[in-house]
């Protein structure tokens, strides 16, 4: 039984994900291989919507002022930053370097140290230290020590060229006061608007002690208030060794000083750049754990996230992902994470009026419980007559593994799946593992979903069993809002689903090869709905048939 609780410690991460998917994968090899998947499968989509003009400003002029002063093109100043593999086998964007002089440079220009408790304060959990640390932090060029205990305050704001530092995880905590109204965030920097640049928070953990609210249906306000830690307009920042807990909002936001919904295409103006977030842990979040927003150049490595409350929302429809990159994210990588009864375990996802977060590398994570493990979406360009995604493109996942997704009361409704794909392009999985509970209801389901209008999606080196109780193993749905141009190799199937691989009706372009499905008395290996298909190199054990093409259902092989 895996169980992944609070106290699960993330530097076991890669160890965890190693056994799980039965092999030990050389990091520069499975790099390099996902980057050709990336490759091959963009070929096929040379124009990637540029945004060359602004709208004029009529006939909206109140809305297309703001749009001006507010938002950017999401194409702007795009680097095509990569993943480097050093010669131990760590995985790093390559703009790690640079992230990592900037410390250097954060270090000399620290003038001045400062131990909390020579100012007078006490880690007695009942003392208001919101004024010690002021005074503390001052303009900056700072290291800042917490020692072990509780210290209460109402905000902590963080200007440019600072450390905070404390004792530990669970051994210094900072702990909002109990007056501190619903929208507080815990600790921010301190110039939204202007914006900050060398910020390290780290050995701490954060308390926005929810339980001071009392009884109330919603945690948050609105915005990215009533978080735990958010940086808003920060180049160059560290979070490290943090645990966060119970905040109405998230427990780390990486983002601009305001969302933004001007529509696909934009992204808001000040985002925060060159962010590393390594060894987090959070819970009890009303929204997410770890999210990004209108930020670009983010390093997310060995964070856990499990069991939100999910009270950010309204009961039963709550969105509580552990990991979810969100609108205007641009190159973030996430590296040997994992999270647990959340909704989503990572969500690369936009609302129908932002970008698409895009250049996406996700490398190990470890998704326990989860209801959907791996959900990749542009919300309102799903269907047939919606708008096509300007930019949900350039996604890429290796190494991964979905351990018995399951029914979830955050989202009520929503059926579990390993993985969903939607309206994005230009998407490579690469070694990927779903593990079901062979006794779970699954009630039909497919278990792997590639749907409404996801386009150029390679799937390669796949692994899943257990999921007896589904529809299919993996399923490329059909229909005016089809799935298309997915290529599926390389599958093996164990006493799994009674269909391994179904494509529906409309999807022209489609191939799979090399499947080895296994299982007793189950149904089909291959269902196709189209002549169009490319299927090489089935075998089977345990299948009533091979192949069925339902458009010629006598050709049954």
């Given at each position: 039984m895996v169980n992944l609780d609070r106290n699960h410690n993330p530097r076991n991460n890669a160890d965890m994900i190693s056994r799980f998917s039965e092999k030990n994968l050389s990091m520069d090899e499975l790099v390099n291989e996902t980057n050709r998947l990336l490759m091959a499968a963009s070929n096929n989509d040379k124009q990637l919507f540029p945004i060359k003009k602004r709208p004029s400003?009529?006939?909206?002029?109140?809305?297309?002022?703001?749009?001006?002063?507010?938002?950017?093109?999401?194409?702007?100043?795009?680097?095509?930053?990569?993943?480097?593999?050093?010669?131990?086998?760590?995985?790093?964007?390559?703009?790690?370097?640079?992230?990592?002089?900037?410390?250097?440079?954060?270090?000399?220009?620290?003038?001045?140290?400062?131990h909390i408790g020579d100012l007078g304060?006490?880690?007695?959990?009942?003392?208001?230290?919101?004024?010690?640390?002021?005074?503390?932090?001052?303009?900056?060029?700072?290291?800042?020590f917490v020692p072990e205990g509780i210290f209460i305050v109402k905000e902590i704001k963080l200007p440019s060229y600072t450390i905070l530092v404390g004792a530990g995880k669970g051994k210094t905590v900072i702990k909002l006061h109990d007056s501190a109204p619903k929208g507080m965030r815990l600790i921010s920097n301190k110039h939204h608007r202007t914006g900050n640049r060398n910020i390290y928070v780290g050995g701490m953990t954060l308390d926005w002690n929810v339980e001071r609210l009392g009884f109330v249906e919603k945690t948050s306000t609105w915005g990215n208030h009533s978080s735990c830690l958010l940086y808003a307009n920060v180049k160059y920042g560290w979070v490290k060794e943090v645990e966060a807990s119970n905040p109405g909002l998230h427990c780390f936001d990486i983002s601009s000083p305001l969302y933004n919904y001007y529509g696909d295409g934009y992204r808001a103006r000040n985002g925060s750049e060159f962010i590393w977030l390594d060894n987090l842990t959070g819970y009890g979040f009303g929204d997410d754990g770890i999210t990004t927003h209108h930020s670009d150049n983010i390093f997310i490595s060995n964070c856990h996230m499990s069991d939100p409350s999910?009270?950010?929302?309204?009961?039963?429809?709550?969105?509580?992902?552990?990991?979810?990159?969100?609108?205007?994210?641009?190159?973030?990588?996430?590296?040997?994470?994992?999270?647990?009864?959340?909704?989503?375990?990572?969500?690369?996802?936009?609302?129908?009026?932002?970008?698409?977060?895009m250049n996406i590398f996700?490398?190990?994570?470890?998704?326990?419980?989860?209801?959907?493990?791996?959900?990749?979406?542009?919300?309102?360009?799903?269907?047939?007559?919606?708008?096509?995604?300007?930019?949900?493109?350039?996604?890429?996942?290796?190494?991964?593994?979905?351990?018995?997704?399951?029914?979830?009361?955050?989202?009520?409704?929503?059926?579990?799946?390993?993985?969903?794909?939607?309206?994005?392009?230009?998407?490579?999985?690469?070694?990927?593992?779903?593990?079901?509970?062979?006794?779970?209801?699954?009630?039909?389901?497919p278990v792997i979903a590639i749907q409404y209008r996801a386009r150029n999606v390679r799937?390669?080196?796949?692994?899943?069993?257990?999921?007896?109780?589904?529809?299919?193993?993996?399923?490329?749905?059909?229909?005016?809002?089809?799935?298309?141009?997915?290529?599926?190799?390389?599958?093996?199937?164990?006493?799994?689903?009674?269909?391994?691989?179904?494509?529906?009706?409309g999807v022209t372009q489609s191939l799979v090869e090399k499947v080895f499905a296994e299982a007793i008395n189950a149904k089909t290996v291959v269902q196709i709905a189209e002549n169009q298909s490319v299927i090489k190199e089935i075998q089977s054990i345990g299948f009533k048939e091979t192949i069925l093409r339902l458009s010629d259902e006598e050709n049954t092989v």
């Open positions: 400003f009529f006939p909206d002029f109140p809305v297309n002022v703001k749009r001006f002063f507010q938002t950017k093109s999401a194409f702007d100043d795009a680097v095509p930053y990569h993943t480097v593999v050093d010669v131990n086998g760590n995985a790093a964007p390559n703009w790690l370097t640079k992230l990592n002089k900037e410390y250097e440079n954060l270090l000399e220009k620290i003038n001045r140290t400062v304060a006490v880690g007695d959990g009942k003392t208001d230290h919101t004024e010690t640390f002021k005074l503390a932090l001052g303009h900056g060029h700072v290291k800042v999910g009270k950010a929302h309204k009961k039963g429809f709550s969105n509580s992902n552990g990991i979810e990159i969100d609108d205007g994210s641009r190159n973030v990588w996430l590296l040997n994470n994992s999270t647990a009864r959340c909704f989503g375990g990572v969500e690369v996802k936009a609302h129908a009026t932002s970008s698409a977060p996700i490398i190990g994570h470890l998704s326990v419980n989860d209801n959907r493990s791996y959900n990749f979406r542009h919300i309102g360009h799903h269907k047939n007559n919606d708008p096509e995604s300007k930019t949900a493109i350039n996604l890429t996942a290796a190494n991964i593994i979905s351990f018995h997704p399951v029914y979830s009361e955050l989202y009520g409704h929503s059926a579990p799946r390993a993985m969903v794909v939607s309206a994005y392009k230009n998407v490579a999985v690469h070694h990927f593992t779903a593990i079901g509970d062979p006794s779970y209801d699954y009630n039909g389901e799937l390669n080196n796949i692994k899943v069993s257990g999921f007896s109780n589904a529809g299919s193993d993996i399923k490329v749905f059909g229909g005016s809002n089809h799935a298309d141009n997915v290529k599926i190799t390389k599958v093996v199937s164990k006493h799994s689903a009674p269909k391994t691989i179904e494509i529906g009706k």
